[in-house]
């Protein structure tokens, strides 16, 4: 694939919007950072990110939102989150609110959790992109997972040329680090500090922020989110009775993540079939699933719905 290059104008923007609408992955400039964006209704477009970033697990990504409106339809709303964005929107503020039971997002998105980060961005190239799309959008840090996030269109084609479809050069972010993150799904909670100061956004709830504990980021800690009520069994070429199994290309199963063996189907499909086989309550056996590429992260995730509960 080659990654073309668009300017920040109109036709530019168009295009940017088209190639998201066709899952295709478009880097894009905020104050912060530049974002790898997709479409976040899409679980396709979604493994699309993590199989370009080469992630090797399935992190909750931000969605971004060029109107309140559309942020209010993801989220629960609630009097503090409408007080930090009348504050701070659009700016590099995240907020994690209780995800909306008739959630739009993919839950590739949110990783399975029941709350989901949204956030306004500022820079009007991202707002005009945004808006002209007029739907949601998948945006981690458009960097290759473990390298340094990109504040540059070259930095985002030096570490991602080839594996996206377009990078919208509009020069250097002005904020050069992440949004802050603040968690609204209890007490406000700082989860990430980042270009918006703790201070004002203490200031404008008028009450201190929870400690901040990186509980939800922290993979150990993700897996109970994560778990299915019944028990999760790897590596089963075959279900033994009374299971319900998950297939993967050659061994069908009840529910196949990809009859064809394809990781990126099977990313996407991946939460959504184990909250399928969930409302069954039935031990869960999985098939195994290739060590590479976005299996990578499908196994991560798998280990831990398997993992021994607390
Ligand atoms: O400035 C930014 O925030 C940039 C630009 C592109 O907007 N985006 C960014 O995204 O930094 P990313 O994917 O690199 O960081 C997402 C962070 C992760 O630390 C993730 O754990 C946290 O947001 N996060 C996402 N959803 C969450 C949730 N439901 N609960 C807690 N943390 C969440
Ligand atoms: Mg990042």
């Known amino acids: 694939m080659k990654t073309s290059r668009l300017l920040p104008d109109p036709d530019g923007l168009a295009a940017a919007s088209r190639l998201l609408t066709e899952s295709q992955l478009v880097a894009f400039p905020t104050e912060t950072v530049y974002g790898l964006g997709a479409d976040a209704r899409s679980g396709s477009a979604v493994a699309a990110i993590y199989e370009a970033k080469g992630r090797p697990s399935f992190n909750p990504l931000i969605v971004h939102v060029g109107d309140l409106a559309l942020a209010k339809e993801i989220g ?34 949110t990783a399975g959790l029941p709350s989901v980060a949204v956030r306004m961005p500022a820079h009007p190239t991202a707002q005009a992109l945004l808006r002209g799309f007029g739907g949601p959008v998948a945006a981690p840090s458009a960097n290759p997972s473990g390298r340094i996030s990109s504040t540059s269109a070259d930095h985002v084609m030096d570490g991602l040329s080839g594996r996206i479809a377009a990078v919208v050069d509009d020069g250097e972010c002005p904020v050069g680090v992440e949004s802050t993150i603040i968690g609204l799904t209890d007490a406000p909670r700082l989860l990430r500090p980042g270009g918006l100061p703790s201070e004002a956004i203490r200031a404008a709830l008028g009450t201190e922020l929870a400690s901040a504990t990186n509980d939800i980021t922290a993979p150990g800690q993700l897996s109970s989110h994560y778990a299915p009520g019944a028990s999760v069994r790897l590596n089963a070429h075959a279900s033994k009775p009374g299971e319900v199994h998950l297939g993967f290309g050659p061994i069908a199963g009840d529910l196949s993540l990809s009859p064809s063996g394809d990781l990126h189907e099977a990313a996407a499909n991946l939460f959504g079939h184990l909250h399928k086989l969930d409302a069954m309550n039935k031990p869960i056996a999985v098939a195994p699933v290739p060590e590479n590429g976005l299996g990578l992260a499908i196994n991560d995730r798998l280990r831990r719905a398997a993992a021994p509960r607390n």
């Open 76 to 109: 629960e709303w609630s009097d503090a989150a409408d007080r930090l964005a009348q504050a701070f929107w659009p700016g590099p503020l995240t907020l994690v609110l209780p995800l909306r039971a008739k959630g739009i997002v993919s839950e590739l998105v």
